[in-house]
């Protein structure tokens, strides 16, 4: 599930130069810059409306930059955890259901799955410590348990390159712990993380620190 990406541990994976966003007629960035290596987990910290799920949203090709360079390689895979994720209660999905998705863009949403595809779901679900609850319909798991499932769902995807946005977020603390440590298994496996956060304690093994304030890098 979590093997090394095809990179080498010291191949730049992400590079934003110079990169410009306006909203509104403001600038929700300006002039940033950022990278992010294989192994590596960039944190990108600051208040609220700074910029942060606003430069994720430009690194995950959801927001097109007003200026400056995203630089990337061509067949480069990202999955992206957004900071709010919604999931109707009632939906006939288990875990494993929700997780399973996380295959989809290799397989296509509707073809049979192959035996290594759910094995790895099987994985994911225990590296994020819910195998006992893997056929339980998501909707009556806690907030944490959810949040936990949907980093599964990351984890099968088998990215170069994970974007979470305030994952840990209201969080109990084996929850906030268990996706801490996934995390770190991530890096150790090859995988480049940018986490946008609040607190930067949350998380070990940083390798480096990106703080913005109103849309700049603060030095």
């Keep these: 599930m979590l093997s090394p990406s095809a990179a080498l541990p010291t191949m730049r994976v992400l590079s934003l ?70 999931l109707a209660p009632h939906l006939p999905l288990t875990v494993t259901d929700v997780v399973a998705m996380g295959t989809w863009a290799r397989l296509g949403a509707w073809r049979p799955s192959r035996r290594a595809d759910r094995d790895a779901v099987t994985e994911a679900i225990a590296a994020v410590e819910l195998t006992d609850l893997a056929r339980r319909p998501i909707g009556t798991l806690s907030g944490g348990q959810r949040q936990r499932a949907l980093l599964a769902q990351v984890l099968v995807q088998r990215a170069d390159l994970v974007l979470l946005d305030e994952p840990m977020s209201g969080l109990d603390a084996r929850s906030r712990a268990i996706i801490a440590a996934s995390v770190t298994r991530l890096t150790d496996a090859g995988t480049a993380v940018i986490a946008v956060t609040h607190d930067a304690s949350e998380f070990t093994s940083i390798d480096d620190v990106l703080e913005l304030h109103d849309g700049r890098v603060r030095n």
């Excluded at 192994?39 to 930059?65: D, E, H, I, R």
């Design 17 to 86: 130069r110079g990169i410009g966003v306006t909203r509104d007629g403001h600038p929700a960035l300006d002039g940033v810059n950022a990278q992010v290596q294989a192994g590596q987990l960039l944190l990108v910290v600051g208040p609220n409306g700074s910029g942060k799920s606003t430069l994720l949203s430009v690194a995950a090709g959801l927001l097109p930059a007003d200026s400056g360079v995203v630089e990337m390689g061509p067949h480069t895979r990202i999955a992206l955890l957004p900071q709010s994720t919604a």
